[in-house]
C-alpha cells in the first residue's frame, strides 16, 4: 500500500544545517515534494523533484532523492528561527482519476537561538 | 494574483447541523483537490473535481459528506449532520490542467461541538 513516514521532531541551532528525512513505498511515485505548515496556517511548497531527478537546488533548500531506497531528504542550510514549522513530504502517485497527493505526518522542525 | 481562498477560515458547529466550506481557485486554475487533517496528522486526500465533474471521490466517507464544483462559483464541501469526530482542517488545493504542482489555501478549521 501507499505510504509516507517522516521523523516526528527535529531540533537544531540557528545557523546550523536541517537535513528532514522521509521515505515513501510506491515505486511509481513521479513527484516528490516538501511543504510547510506554520501554525494555523496553509501549507506552501517549498520544493518538488521530479522522481527520474536525483538532486535539486533551490536557494538554501537541497533535496535529495535516492530512489533505490525510496528516501527523500531536505536540507535547510542556515537554518532561521523562521524556519521552525512542520514540513511535509508528499507523493504524488498517478491513479486512474487524478494525482492525489499521499503526505506524511510531519516533521516539525524547532530551532533554537 | 490572489492565492486559493477558502472561507470560512474557523466554524463552528453543534451536532447535528451542517457545515459548508467554499474553496476559490488560484485564477487558471480548474481542478479542485480537498484534504482533510486531523489533530496531530497529516494531510488525507478526499476528493478531486474539475468544474462540474467529480474525477476522484475515493477519499471521501460514504455518508454525510459531498463535494461539488459549480461552473460558475467556488468549491463547496458540506458535511450534514456533523460529529464531533468531523473536528479537523480542511483544506483545498487548487492546479492548472496536468499540473504537477497543487497550491493551498489557508484551510477551514472546524469545530463541533
Known amino acids: 500500500g501507499e505510504d509516507v513516514e517522516q521523523s516526528l521532531f527535529l531540533s537544531v541551532r540557528e545557523g546550523d544545517s536541517s537535513v528532514i528525512n522521509c521515505t515513501y513505498t510506491?515505486?511509481?511515485?513521479?513527484?516528490l515534494y516538501w511543504y510547510k505548515q506554520e501554525p494555523g496556517a496553509g501549507l506552501q511548497l517549498l520544493t518538488y523533484?521530479?522522481?527520474?531527478?536525483d538532486m535539486k537546488q533551490d536557494q538554501r533548500l537541497t533535496v535529495l532523492l535516492n530512489k533505490k531506497d525510496k528516501h527523500l531528504s531536505l536540507r535547510i542550510a542556515d537554518t532561521q528561527t523562521g524556519d521552525s514549522a512542520i514540513y511535509f513530504c508528499?507523493?504524488?502517485?498517478?491513479?486512474?482519476?487524478?494525482?492525489?497527493?499521499?503526505f506524511g505526518k510531519g516533521t516539525t522542525l524547532s530551532v533554537s537561538s | 494574483n490572489a492565492g486559493v481562498m477558502q472561507n470560512p477560515r474557523h466554524l463552528v458547529r453543534r451536532r447535528g447541523q451542517e457545515a459548508r466550506l467554499r474553496c476559490s481557485p488560484m485564477?487558471?486554475?480548474?481542478?479542485v483537490y480537498w484534504y482533510r487533517q486531523l489533530p496531530e496528522e497529516g494531510l488525507k486526500f478526499m476528493v478531486y473535481?474539475?468544474?462540474?465533474?467529480?474525477?476522484?471521490e475515493s477519499g471521501m466517507p460514504k455518508e454525510r459528506f459531498s463535494a461539488e464544483f459549480p461552473k460558475e462559483g467556488p468549491s463547496i464541501l458540506r458535511i450534514q449532520q456533523v460529529v464531533r469526530g468531523d473536528s479537523a482542517a480542511y483544506f483545498c488545493?487548487?492546479?492548472?490542467?496536468?499540473?504537477?504542482?497543487?497550491?493551498f489555501g489557508p484551510g477551514t478549521r472546524l469545530l463541533v461541538l
Open positions: 488545493a487548487s492546479s492548472k490542467p496536468g499540473g504537477e504542482t497543487q497550491y
Open positions: 510506491d515505486s511509481s511515485s513521479t513527484y
Open positions: 523533484i521530479f522522481s527520474n531527478m
Open positions: 508528499a507523493e504524488s502517485t498517478p491513479n486512474q482519476a487524478g494525482t492525489a497527493l499521499i
Open positions: 485564477k487558471g486554475h480548474s481542478h
Open positions: 473535481l474539475q468544474k462540474e465533474n467529480i474525477i476522484d
